[in-house]
């Protein structure tokens, strides 16, 4: 089986995903148009000629400012609606959607505005393709964990519908630990708790993550190779990082994708995971993350497969809803 083939049969789980990443360039001057919002740009193309990211801060300034187009219920739907398709035909199961709230909240767009039109997404995409959700809420680590207690006032009325919480936007300057009683209080209230670390930020981010905010998953975690005894301990407690690997060299965390360190990760035995990020602004969707990143580093058909089952267990999911997704996945070669 062609190696294209054979990554959108496996079936896999997309964990590291943010919806307002997904903002393709054409979508985003229809929604502008359509709402009154003025772009920064003046074309489709000249927007996409934009994205030549120095870091991850050159890449926010932007994605924040296309961010502004989002004013309606519908427009989140759209939004979401197109991503669905794109993660389907990539033989994506399951996609955890994670949404900066702040963002929108910031420009007067009502929470439930935002939440309700993804979550009808969700449903729509569930009966549509079969695919599984699952909504998390992002705080914006560059603004203060008093501003991220109002972002979690905004959202309790509506915790039926959220599974759980990260922590994403600048990392350098802003440790896991500025968060500590926030995400001390998302535990207690039942809600499942990822965090992003170790994409710019130093390993000890990584290991605040998970000793401070008790984070179930790390989302990139790829500065962990520059310290052993944190990858004996994410090999041994088996925390599974979300890689991005076409984010990464987008935001020159390594300078190419055969550069990568996702096959030492996965070759020193973490539960490494493969995802998008913000594909709309990274130049490929799940499945060609997999597969250029199996090009350039030489991964087998057992290693993809390690990678999709991977994405399957760290989902948060029950056993019975993997259990389908598992059998699949075991019958296919690798
Ligand atoms: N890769 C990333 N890192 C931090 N915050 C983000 N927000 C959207 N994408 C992000
Ligand atoms: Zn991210």
């Known amino acids: 089986m062609e190696l294209d083939t054979y990554v959108r049969a496996l079936p896999k789980a997309e964990l590291h995903l943010h919806i307002e990443g997904t903002l393709e360039p054409e979508l985003m001057f229809r929604l502008a148009a359509r709402n009154g919002v003025a772009l920064p740009w003046a074309s489709v193309e000249e927007t996409r000629a934009a994205y030549d990211f120095t870091d991850l801060q050159s890449f926010l300034d932007l994605y924040y400012a296309g961010a502004a187009a989002l004013v309606h219920e519908h427009d989140f739907f759209d939004l979401a609606m197109a991503y669905f398709a794109r993660a389907h035909a990539d033989g994506v199961v399951h996609a955890e959607l994670f949404f900066d709230p702040q963002t929108h909240t910031a420009r007067g767009i009502a929470f439930d505005t935002v ?4 979550e009808r997404a969700c449903r729509d995409a569930h009966a549509r393709y079969g695919i599984g959700s699952r909504l998390i809420l992002c705080f914006l680590r560059h603004l203060s964990e008093e501003e991220g207690f109002a972002a979690l006032a905004q959202a309790m009325p509506h915790l039926g519908r959220i599974h759980g919480v990260g922590l994403d936007s600048s990392e350098k300057g802003h440790p896991p630990s500025k968060f500590a009683r926030l995400f001390a ?63 990464n060299v987008r935001l020159r965390v390594f300078p190419t994708l055969a550069q990568h360190n996702l096959k030492t990760l996965l070759d020193a035995g973490l539960k490494v995971t493969i995802n998008s990020d913000d594909p709309a602004y ?50 296919l070669p690798g």
């Not at 975690?221 to 925390?239: F, I, N, S």
């Not at 057992?302 to 389908?324: G, M, T, Y």
């Open 282 to 331: 990274f130049g490929g969707y799940v499945a060609k993350n997999y597969i250029d990143t199996a090009k350039a580093l030489g991964l087998t058909k057992a290693d993809l497969k390690r990678i999709a089952r991977n994405s399957l267990e760290a989902a948060f999911v029950d056993d019975a809803a993997r259990a389908p997704w598992l059998a699949r996945l075991e019958s």
């Open 185 to 247: 209080r998302c535990r207690e209230l039942g809600l499942h708790v990822v965090a992003h670390a170790g994409e710019e930020g130093p390993p000890a981010y990584i290991a605040e993550a998970l000793d401070v905010l008790k984070a179930e998953r790390i989302d990139h975690g790829v500065r962990a190779a520059e310290d052993p005894a944190l990858m004996q301990r994410l090999a041994h407690t088996q925390v599974p990082l979300t890689v991005c690997p076409l984010s």
């Open 115 to 118: 939440l309700s039109g993804l």
